[in-house]
């Protein structure tokens, strides 16, 4: 049955609307978002749904969608491979990253299975948001066979675009659920030329086909969403760049997988990041994007505001939101609906991009679960997180479960800007944030 819930970030009456990543509700983890805006100019976001930190995904596809980017309505059981809903008879397999398109009052499901031998399917629906039913196999012929997206070109024909390391295209006949074989092209792009690894995504921009996908970076990891180009959906392309990565998301994390979208006049990135210290559980974010007079578009950073405004300094800014990790610390869920930093070590340092100081504060309150032993954290800003705005001292001798406040003085910071927080002590998993808080310059 399918399920919605309005989340206005599911924190509007706690914390105000000031933060946009990630965009799931807390406690929910969707990663590979497939973005479409559709004919009741709403955008909505597909992606694959994580339930471990052990495996991939799982048996279940939500829906996120919104009307301003920052209210997000989340669509749960939207379709089933396995238990309530299920929709694909012929196995039991999990649902790995899907794909949505339209045609004459019909929205298509495209599905990815793990198994190795029909694991490409198409379900179909009236709605959006589904429920998506008569899941039936689509018939790809040859090996490579993951994440499917479907390309809609302004002449009314679909392409159906698949593959890992060398990514296919092919026409699909105007029934939308099956391929016309006689189109299949290999080798659109490549890992050792475009870097391309999986996730394909195609858009249509000023008559140059984009196609976006999740690219190798330096390190041999699929961290990035790059884009090549060309004139025709079955290329040839040229490798553009990156457009964003999410290295230093979470320790442990190793893939992306993304898309662009364009919403209201404004181009957006929208990709994942992973959380709990592993490549799973992971979540969708977006940022704005924009293009240069050739069509080449910059690359962009991670940001904890994301399609928002800045954080405001006087809202309880939540642990989740941190854009970048650097060291051993990473987001964990203690409860079903509340995040946590946690597993730091002396030296970790958590970002958070941006937050909105107005005209000054004059202390920080952090929420913390205090361990054995004393500690710092430390809020720096500026160039190298050289300049200390506030300096918390963490006190010991806590069994590390029970979250208590401590405040201490600010310098008074005005204006935008990026706030690093330094965690200082001795030794290893030294304490536990749930958020933080400045208060206004009184003065």
Not at 53 to 67: D, G, I
Not at 193 to 217: C, N, P, Q, S
Not at 236 to 245: A, E, L, R, T
Request: proline share 4%.
């Amino acid at each position: 049955m399918k399920k919605v819930i309005t989340i206005l970030l599911l924190i509007i009456a706690q914390f105000g609307v000031y933060s946009q990543n990630p965009i799931c509700p807390t406690g929910v983890y969707i990663p590979d978002p497939s973005a479409h805006v559709w004919k009741d100019g709403k955008l909505y976001v597909y992606g694959s749904l994580d339930e471990s930190t052990k495996y991939y995904c799982s048996h279940k596809h939500h829906v996120l969608s919104t009307s301003d980017m920052k209210t997000w309505e989340l669509t749960e059981n939207s379709f089933a491979s396995k238990g309530e809903g299920d929709q694909v008879s012929y196995t039991d397999d999990f649902l790995y990253a899907p794909d949505v398109q339209y045609k004459k009052g019909t929205y298509y499901l495209y599905y990815c299975l793990s198994s190795a031998r029909n694991n490409e399917g198409v379900a179909t629906s009236t709605s959006p948001t589904g429920p998506f039913v008569n899941g039936k196999v689509l018939y790809t012929k040859g090996i490579n066979e993951i994440d499917p997206c479907v390309f809609m070109d302004t002449d009314g024909q679909a392409y159906y675009i698949w593959g890992q390391f060398t990514a296919k295209v092919a026409k699909l006949k105007p029934n939308m659920t099956e391929i016309d074989t006689t189109t299949i092209k290999d080798r659109v792009v490549t890992e050792s030329e475009h870097h391309f690894h999986e996730g394909g995504y195609m858009v249509k921009r000023k008559g140059i086909y984009y196609f976006v996908y999740a690219a190798l970076d330096k390190t041999g990891s699929a961290n990035c969403i790059s884009y090549s180009t060309a004139k025709s959906p079955f290329g040839p392309f040229k490798y553009g760049g990156i457009i964003i990565s999410n290295e230093h998301c979470n320790p442990g994390n190793w893939n992306n997988h993304g898309s662009l979208v364009e919403f209201k006049g404004q181009w957006y990135v929208f990709y994942h990041r992973s959380t709990h210290g592993t490549p799973f559980m992971r979540r969708a974010c977006v940022e704005p994007i924009y293009f240069n007079k050739d069509g080449s578009i910059n690359e962009v950073e991670m940001t904890s505001q994301g399609a928002g405004s800045p954080l405001s300094a006087f809202e309880k800014i939540e642990a989740e939101r941190a854009c970048l990790l650097l060291g051993n610390v990473r987001i964990e869920a203690f409860d079903k609906d509340h995040e946590k930093l946690t597993m730091i070590n002396n030296g970790d340092k958590a970002c958070y991009k941006y937050i909105d100081f107005g005209n000054g504060v004059d202390s920080v309150t952090i929420s913390i679960a205090t361990k054995q032993k004393p500690g710092v954290v430390r809020f720096n800003i500026g160039v190298f997180e050289k300049q200390t705005v506030a300096e918390v001292t963490i006190p010991g001798n806590e069994d590390g479960k029970t979250w208590q406040t401590i405040t201490a003085k600010a310098k008074g910071i005005k204006g935008i800007h990026a706030v690093w927080l330094q965690f200082e002590g001795e030794g290893t998993d030294l304490y536990d944030l749930y958020w933080f808080k400045f208060s206004k310059r009184t003065d």
